[in-house]
């Protein structure tokens, strides 16, 4: 019987400790093809090259592991993958596992996530997994056992089309036990920019800000839960069409009946 071809990217780069934890789980579950940016990627959600040549170089094998490098996003690293480098399309496609959350508002800033989503839009049943711990060298052992759970599952059941999943681990000072399907926070980021002036008096800007959830009570949101120890996994769509269109009704008219 044929092994589950399993795709792996993610946006913090090729030599990043998350890709090589993620790739540890998969093995046992595929054949793993990974596909990475040759030096990290983040906040660049689905952004694809266009001005440029895109290379792809392969590297050594990770334990057991196809391992390739290219100089472009994380999105072109999936499209890549699925038009040059596997030899059918995957049973799966994994991305991460991020150094940093991606919960909340952060998902439409996410190149881990933009990897996720782009590989939904083949119909490859897509998870994006982020651990809460930006350090270079984090522990990734709390994200095991829900790694190997997400997957076995996805392989198992699949996902709705156009859609994929957004897996946010906390870095939590007990074990972890729980996982929830919850929905993604409202918040948004304050004061993200900070002003600075330059030996020559020019002014520039940093980004930072301070990210403010605006419903912290509620407990069926992905930031309650990474507050509170709790694995949370929000389901995606590809689709950005908004659910609720109620006040747009005018918009359905004749223009001779709108008001301007």
Same mark, same amino acid.
């Given at each position: 019987?044929e092994?589950?071809? #399993?795709?792996?990217?993610?946006?913090?780069? #090729?030599?990043a400790?998350?890709?090589?934890?993620?790739?540890?789980? !998969?093995?046992?579950?595929?054949?793993?093809?990974?596909?990475?940016?040759?030096?990290?990627r983040?906040? @660049?959600?689905?952004?694809l &090259?266009?001005?440029?040549?895109?290379r792809?170089? $392969?590297?050594?094998?990770?334990?057991?592991?196809?391992?390739? &490098? &290219?100089?472009g996003?994380?999105?072109?690293?999936?499209?890549?993958?699925?038009?040059t480098?596997?030899? $059918?399309?995957?049973?799966?496609?994994?991305? =991460? #596992?991020?150094?940093?959350?991606?919960?909340?508002?952060?998902?439409?800033?996410?190149?881990?996530?933009?990897?996720?989503?782009?590989?939904?839009?083949?119909?490859?049943?897509?998870?994006?997994?982020?651990?809460?711990?930006?350090?270079?060298?984090a522990?990734?052992?709390?994200?095991?056992?829900?790694?190997?759970?997400?997957?076995?599952?996805? !392989?198992?059941?699949? !996902?709705?089309?156009?859609?994929?999943?957004?897996?946010?681990?906390?870095?939590?000072?007990?074990?972890?036990?729980?996982?929830r399907?919850?929905?993604?926070?409202?918040g948004?980021?304050?004061?993200?920019?900070?002003?600075?002036?330059?030996?020559?008096g $020019?002014?520039?800007?940093?980004?930072? =800000?301070?990210?403010?959830?605006?419903?912290?009570?509620?407990?069926?949101?992905?930031?309650?839960?990474?507050?509170?120890?709790?694995?949370?996994?929000?389901?995606?769509?590809?689709?950005?069409?908004?659910?609720?269109? $109620?006040?747009? @009704?005018?918009?359905? @008219?004749?223009?001779? @009946?709108?008001?301007?």
């Amino acid at each position: 019987m044929e092994r589950p071809l #399993i795709l792996v990217s993610n946006d913090d780069g #090729i030599h990043a400790k998350g890709v090589h934890e993620l790739i540890d789980r !998969l093995i046992t579950f595929g054949d793993v093809v990974a596909v990475c940016p040759d030096s990290p990627r983040s906040g @660049q959600s689905m952004a694809l &090259t266009v001005d440029g040549p895109l290379r792809v170089s $392969r590297v050594d094998d990770y334990h057991g592991a196809r391992m390739y &490098t &290219t100089n472009g996003t994380p999105v072109d690293c999936v499209k890549l993958a699925v038009h040059t480098i596997v030899e $059918r399309m995957p049973d799966l496609m994994v991305s =991460g #596992i991020n150094h940093g959350s991606n919960a909340s508002i952060n998902v439409n800033y996410s190149g881990t996530m933009g990897a996720a989503l782009e590989g939904s839009t083949y119909g490859i049943p897509s998870v994006g997994i982020s651990l809460t711990d930006h350090s270079h060298n984090a522990d990734f052992t709390p994200c095991h056992p829900f790694v190997d759970a997400i997957t076995a599952g996805v !392989l198992r059941h699949g !996902l709705p089309e156009g859609t994929c999943l957004n897996v946010n681990i906390p870095v939590w000072h007990s074990p972890l036990s729980e996982m929830r399907l919850v929905r993604a926070a409202k918040g948004n980021w304050k004061d993200e920019y900070r002003e600075y002036t330059d030996p020559a008096g $020019r002014k520039f800007f940093w980004l930072s =800000g301070n990210f403010v959830n605006e419903e912290p009570e509620n407990e069926d949101t992905d930031e309650w839960c990474l507050a509170h120890g709790i694995v949370s996994v929000v389901a995606e769509s590809i689709y950005r069409t908004a659910p609720d269109t $109620r006040g747009l @009704q005018w918009i359905s @008219q004749n223009l001779t @009946q709108i008001s301007i």
